[in-house]
């Protein structure tokens, strides 16, 4: 299983960017998916979860200027990220909970860097 996270760039604060993540693989079925966000020097935090019911989290910092979804039929997440700041630049990483035959298992994408300039 591989998950692959696309979209990060360099954008000026006030932008916008839209993540995505596709998974691949000999997979059954995806449970919860998610995004996280590490920034130079500081922990990896969690940015937003979704699960298969499309139940939602978000983290306070982005509550309102990020937006979680999935299409289970293309196997992706992706995270709508709007009226971005300087303190949103992290690499970003996508998270699933995927399945595979009987076994699941946590799995993480490469991460891509977000940089929102000020």
């Known amino acids: 299983v591989q998950l692959q996270a696309s979209g990060g760039g360099l954008v000026p604060a006030g932008g916008f960017l839209t993540l995505s993540c596709a998974a691949s693989g000999s997979i059954r079925r995806i449970e919860d998916m998610a995004w996280?966000?590490?920034?130079?020097?500081?922990q990896r935090e969690l940015v937003a979860t979704i699960r298969p019911d499309a139940s939602i989290n978000y983290a306070r910092s982005v509550r309102g200027r990020f937006t979680i979804s999935r299409d289970d039929a293309k196997r992706t997440v992706y995270l709508q990220m709007t009226s971005l700041k300087p303190e949103d630049t992290a690499v970003y990483y996508c998270y699933g909970v995927i399945y595979v035959a009987s076994?699941?298992?946590?799995?993480?994408g490469r991460g891509t860097q977000v940089t929102v300039s000020s």
């Open 103 to 108: 076994a699941g298992g946590t799995y993480w």
């Open 36 to 42: 996280y966000r590490q920034a130079p020097g500081k």
